[in-house]
């Protein structure tokens, strides 16, 4: 276990048991890794399901979204309700740091790993547990999925606010996946701080519906925020039909004139100065207040041109403006071509494969240790024991 006098960067020498599948408690886990912990993922008898979500290139359950979750971790495939697969994976608690679960607390009791057995046997282990919705909530018990808590958070119906087609509609993301395994991994990061000052570990409960929900009402509480309230919820900027990516001849362009007098610069681009002569936008305040109408002569204007042309003329006016990409077209960003964001290697079974650099630049002397995912029990070999 690693102590506060140990020197070592970032988390290496953090040892976290990976009890968890397909994407909230795995992107949780990847963050730590890519920080350098060593995971060991438990997996039950056919692994994780998420490994079969997506085509595979050469092995079965190698599928991309789960090549991307699970980078640099270690496989170990475990039946928990057989005695022997049980003891090893009591075995591989018994040195652990953190351990990280989703399974649902009824399911932890059978198996004698809930948060109490789990300290008997390790007294200052880190015991996070990723579930759908606060355990002391009626909810406690139920099922949640990334649709699921979508529609709960109200996020289903921002679209129908944009556009006026009353259907409620998905995000297409796994974000509320992904935000409650960033939130999860802040805990953790935060309970591991908390060890190496007091040697004390403790229980954190990461609710998904709880954490999505704080993350989307940031901006969309609104109004609701006051008692009572002065506005309807949601952040009438990001719900604006009108505040669309622009056309143009060739495609389509995301500008942003963020303060009032930021317009003057758009439209002399646009070559319509006279259109802000009008009164209405005589001032900030007209101009915020009758910004429909801006966007509306924007998008008349920015069809006269072409987007490459556009993105120049903005960026020499110093607005922010840049094209809409297609997914396809990412990979061939030339800024991201330029920071190495796309890094390719040659996995072990799978061949040549592209992977994101993560995200955050450390000033210290520090790589995130990366690595291809592991195939189903790659590691039983090594971790498994009776």
Known sequence: MLNASDGKAMLEGIKIVDLTTVVFGP????????????VIKVEARGGDTFRY???????????????ALNQGKKSVELNLKDEGDLASMKALLADADVFVTNVRG????????????????????????????????????????????????????????????????????????????????????????????????QK????????????????????????????????????????????TKDGYLSIVPYTGKAWDRVFEVLGDLEFLEDEKFADERGRFKNGALLYRRMAELTQGFTTDDLVKRFQAADIPAQPVR??????????????????????????????????????ADFEPRRGGAPTLGQHNDQLKSG
């Open 106 to 201: 009824k399911g932890l009791a059978r198996l004698g790993l809930d948060e109490p057995a789990v300290r008997a046997l390790v007294p200052d282990i880190i015991y996070a547990h990723c579930v759908g919705f606060a355990q002391d909530g009626p909810y406690a018990d139920l099922q949640a999925y990334d649709d699921v808590i979508q529609a709960l958070s109200g996020t289903t119906t921002l679209l129908p606010r944009v556009d006026g087609d009353p259907r409620a509609r998905y995000l297409p993301s796994l974000i509320a996946d992904k935000i409650a395994g960033q939130t999860a991994a802040y805990g953790v990061l935060g309970a591991v701080v908390h060890r190496l000052r007091t040697g004390e570990g």
């Open 27 to 38: 992107y949780c886990t990847q963050l730590l890794a890519d920080l350098g912990a060593d």
């Open 326 to 363: 297609d997914l396809e077209d990412v990979m061939d960003d030339p800024h991201l071509q330029a920071t190495d964001f796309f890094q390719r290697f040659e996995h072990p079974t799978e061949g040549p494969i592209r992977m994101m650099r993560p995200p955050v630049r450390f000033g």
């Open 204 to 247: 954190l409960e990461i609710p998904m519906f709880e954490a999505f929900t704080n993350f989307m009402m940031q901006e969309h509480l609104s109004g609701l925020t006051f008692d009572p309230p002065n506005a309807p919820a949601g952040y009438a900027r990001q719900l604006d039909p009108d505040r669309q990516p622009f056309p």
């Open 53 to 67: 979500a997506q085509k595979w290139a050469n092995t079965a359950g190698m599928g991309p979204g789960f090549m």
